[in-house]
């Protein structure tokens, strides 16, 4: 019987034997970080600028822990991009499956290895965290950026203007996918193309975005596309129209839903088809499915003037989203409930 409370913390010494290959970078505005001893660390918040916090976390869905790694780190960082925020601090929550030392120590240091390569090229220094057992390796961020202390430097989802386009940066399909990779029914190439997807960063499409007038962004994760795409819609007052031929898809993710494969998330997200204008005319869709497909470390959603639309989707292939495509448009308020609309 394995102890809970702090009796189920990592021990010191493979804790230490683990972070000490580590090399986070290094920030002046870390006062007190990874390498001291202290209990939490310390940051400054320059003049000027103001504080970004978010936190996630999720269970392992892959056996390399090196890769499964530099997905969290990227999928915490997202929402700093999506805000408009650069990156300044990380810690950590682990949690380990119980075992010989090495073996609890290995799976650590790879773990984490993979996911300080994507902290330090975020320029986001790690500089603390927790570690415990638990049955299932699993890893998650809370994530400080920084942004000018100034209202219309913070993107948020309320801002989409009706004429607006609607981009999305990265393909769609890991819920499924990765639903078909634990039943063992996917191809190899379609999880390899996917993880290669969820390793690409949204900074520098976030940069992208905004330099062409995005009016509001969001990442698309767990709530997927249409989830996400509703919290855009009515904070900002406005309706929207998804073109499901011109969704950006992942490899093999049409056939497994074709086949019945969807995340366990799948039917809670189905929900929100109540918000759907016309969803009888396209349930029989083959992918319809999919924009309910909950997303790891997925794309940037965002609504960009109209007169931007081409410039902000030629700039983005040329920046490493050779996927990146205008999938609908933001309309006027309707009278109707439903917010969104389907076209073929």
């Not at 702090?6 to 804790?15: D, F, H, P, Q």
């Not at 890769?67 to 999928?75: L, P, Q, R, S, T």
């Not at 998650?140 to 004429?163: C, H, T, V, Y």
Request: include cysteine; aromatic fraction near 4%; charged fraction near 15%.
């Amino acid at each position: 019987m394995r102890c809970g409370g702090c009796g189920a913390k990592v021990g010191a010494s493979v804790l230490q034997n683990a972070l000490s290959q580590l090399q986070p970078v290094q920030r002046d505005d870390v006062l007190i970080g990874l390498q001291d001893p202290d209990d939490a660390a310390v940051l400054r918040v320059p003049p000027g600028m103001a504080l970004v916090q978010t936190v996630d976390f999720f269970r392992a869905f892959c056996d390399d822990p090196y890769i499964f790694g530099k997905v969290a780190a990227n999928h915490a960082l997202g929402d700093i991009w999506a805000m408009g925020a650069e990156a300044q601090s990380a810690t950590a929550i682990a949690t380990l499956p119980p075992g010989v030392d090495a073996k609890v120590e290995d799976t650590l240091m790879q773990m984490m290895t993979g996911a300080v390569e994507v902290l330090n090229e975020a320029n986001c220094a790690l500089v603390g965290g927790h570690t415990g057992e638990g049955q299932e390796l699993a890893l998650g961020f809370a994530i400080n950026g920084l942004i000018a202390d100034k209202p219309e430097a913070i993107l948020r989802k309320s801002g989409m203007q009706a004429g607006d386009v609607l981009i999305l940066t990265k393909p769609i399909g890991t819920g499924t996918l990765f639903a078909a990779h634990a039943r063992l029914a996917a191809k190899g190439r379609w999880i390899d193309a996917a993880l290669q997807s969820m390793q690409v960063s949204n900074r520098k499409g976030a940069h992208i975005l905004r330099e062409h007038g995005a009016t509001a962004c969001t990442d698309v994760t767990g709530f997927g596309l249409l989830g996400h795409l509703l919290e855009m819609t009515r904070p900002s007052k406005v309706d929207a129209e998804i073109s499901l031929s011109t969704l950006p898809l992942l490899a093999g993710a049409e056939e497994c839903v074709a086949a019945g494969i969807t995340s366990s998330l799948q039917a809670a997200n189905v929900r929100l088809r109540r918000a759907l204008s016309n969803q009888e005319a396209f349930v029989t869709h083959p992918r319809y499915p999919l924009i309910f497909d909950p997303q790891t470390a997925g794309g940037l959603l965002a609504s960009v003037p109209a007169t931007q639309a081409q410039a902000c989707l030629a700039a983005l292939k040329a920046a490493g989203y050779p996927k990146a495509t205008a999938i609908g448009r933001v309309l006027p308020k309707g009278d109707a409930v439903e917010s969104v609309s389907l076209i073929g």
